[in-house]
């Protein structure tokens, strides 16, 4: 069993375990990486439908506050079905996230090549 959050590195065909960094909120910037953030859900907003300048495509957005334990809190986009698994209460783990300014608000989000999990 692997334990969550952590990630392997392989060095001279040796398996290697490394620990992915967990972040908190003040330490996030702008167009900065999210190794991990875990948050708790304290506001989700109505979805909105998007449609993509670049490729067309379409889907569902909706923005959620998330505090970390230090009760700082930060936007959280929610894409498509990550939507559907938050509700008010809910507490999730980002990995592989990012983290970028929109509008002057600093936001957070899985985006295509990160995860968000539900954390019981």
Same mark, same amino acid.
């Not at 304290?42 to 505090?67: C, H, L, M, N």
């Not at 509008?103 to 995860?115: D, H």
């Given at each position: 069993?692997? &334990?969550?959050?952590?990630?392997?590195?392989? &060095?001279?065909?040796?398996?290697?375990?490394?620990?992915?960094?967990?972040?908190?909120?003040?330490?996030? $910037?702008?167009?900065?990486?999210?190794? &991990?953030?875990?948050?708790?859900?304290?506001? $989700?907003? &109505?979805?909105?439908?998007?449609?993509?300048?670049?490729?067309?495509?379409?889907?569902?957005?909706?923005?959620?506050?998330?505090?970390?334990?230090?009760?700082?809190?930060?936007?959280?986009?929610?894409? #498509?079905?990550?939507?559907?698994?938050?509700?008010?209460?809910?507490?999730?783990?980002?990995?592989?996230?990012?983290?970028?300014?929109?509008?002057? #608000?600093?936001?957070?989000?899985?985006? $295509?090549?990160?995860?968000?999990?539900?954390?019981?």
């Amino acid at each position: 069993m692997v &334990e969550a959050g952590a990630s392997f590195k392989y &060095e001279q065909g040796l398996r290697r375990r490394t620990r992915l960094a967990q972040m908190m909120v003040k330490e996030l $910037k702008d167009k900065t990486k999210i190794d &991990e953030l875990i948050l708790t859900i304290t506001e $989700k907003k &109505e979805p909105r439908e998007f449609q993509s300048k670049w490729s067309g495509s379409s889907g569902r957005v909706a923005d959620a506050t998330g505090q970390d334990d230090a009760g700082d809190t930060v936007t959280l986009t929610l894409w #498509n079905d990550d939507i559907e698994k938050v509700e008010v209460g809910t507490k999730v783990r980002i990995t592989s996230g990012w983290a970028s300014s929109y509008k002057g #608000n600093l936001q957070v989000s899985a985006g $295509k090549f990160g995860k968000l999990e539900i954390v019981s």
